[in-house]
């Protein structure tokens, strides 16, 4: 069986991101552009080499996208993607308001410490989301389908992209890092999210023990519970540190365990409601025991 591992294709479109990934970052610098400007755009451009890539040299033939899976993906990261801006925005004004001092550390420095901050909160608020409570009926909603693609990394409840980005950004604005670190981390931040879940064949072989890939993250959506493991996206390290670290055999199926606990992955208006569900419910339970005539 681990033959068949050693045959597999280098990742190429994966290796080739991150290559391009500083020359942007540098071209960003260099011109001055807006933070959001250059965030967008590579949010963009990592999804045009993927999405094609994908039809290229796919890992499963059946997780193919159609138009109704593109076109969900679309409506829900489009206001993903506008809830993500809107939190970014909204903490560094705060942090300009709290946190005025800057960092003074290296520019190499602040940025190997950025990613591994941004990892750690984003690790934990994933991990908690995990839990059978609230966080899971809100990050529910991103499991839910039954193929990964690269789109499907936008696929979410918006709530979980604000606290999500707020794991994440939190910690580097705490650091008082640089406009530039930080926008160094984010860069890295989209192409890992998209990489992750996209539906590409190939290995990045021993750099899995450094780097989160798409084969760890098939395992995280995996719906046997021993493999999903691999709460981190960007870097594994703390998946090590904490022992939720997984390697294997890609699953055979990713989704939710008792799916049919939940709406359809595209009944979007009633996975907008689950995380207020229990919270209704337990609220009219009050209400009921408070004023009983209420409830009649
Ligand atoms: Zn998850």
């Known amino acids: 069986m681990s033959s068949s591992r050693t045959r597999q294709p280098w990742h190429v479109p994966h290796l080739a991101l991150l290559v391009l990934l500083p020359v942007a970052w540098s071209a960003a610098l260099a ?24 039809k290229w040299r796919p890992h499963r033939r059946d997780w193919h996208a159609d138009r109704r899976h593109l076109r969900r993906d679309g409506v829900v990261g489009g206001i993903n993607v506008m809830a993500d801006a809107a939190t970014g925005a909204g903490l560094a004004a705060l942090a300009v308001t709290l946190l005025p001092g800057s960092n003074p550390w290296s520019l190499g420095v602040q940025i190997l410490v950025g990613l591994l901050a941004a990892e750690l909160g984003s690790y934990w608020v994933h991990r908690w989301s995990h839990a059978e409570g609230w966080l899971w009926r809100v990050h529910v909603t991103h499991h839910l389908p039954d193929r990964l693609t690269a789109s499907n990394a936008l696929f979410a409840h918006p709530i979980n992209a604000v606290y999500d980005k707020a794991a994440k950004l939190g910690p580097l604005l705490a650091l008082g890092l640089s406009p530039e670190a930080v926008l160094a981390v984010a860069l890295f931040g989209i192409t890992q999210a998209l990489v992750t879940h996209a539906n590409v064949a190939g290995t990045i072989g021993p750099l899995n023990w450094m780097l989160g890939s798409a084969e760890l993250h098939r395992l995280h959506h995996s719906t046997e519970e021993a493999e999903a493991g691999n709460f981190g996206t960007t870097l594994p390290i703390w998946d090590q540190v904490f022992g939720t670290y997984r390697r294997g055999e890609s699953p055979i199926h990713v989704g939710v365990f ?32 408070c004023c009983p005539l209420g409830a009649h």
């Open 31 to 54: 011109w001055s552009f807006a933070a959001e400007t250059v965030l967008g755009t590579w949010l963009a451009l990592n999804l045009a080499v993927l999405m094609p890539a994908e």
């Open 258 to 289: 008792e799916a049919k606990r939940y709406p359809s992955e595209f009944a979007l208006q009633r996975l907008l409601h689950i995380p207020f569900k229990k919270v209704g419910l337990r609220f009219a339970d009050a209400i009921r025991r």
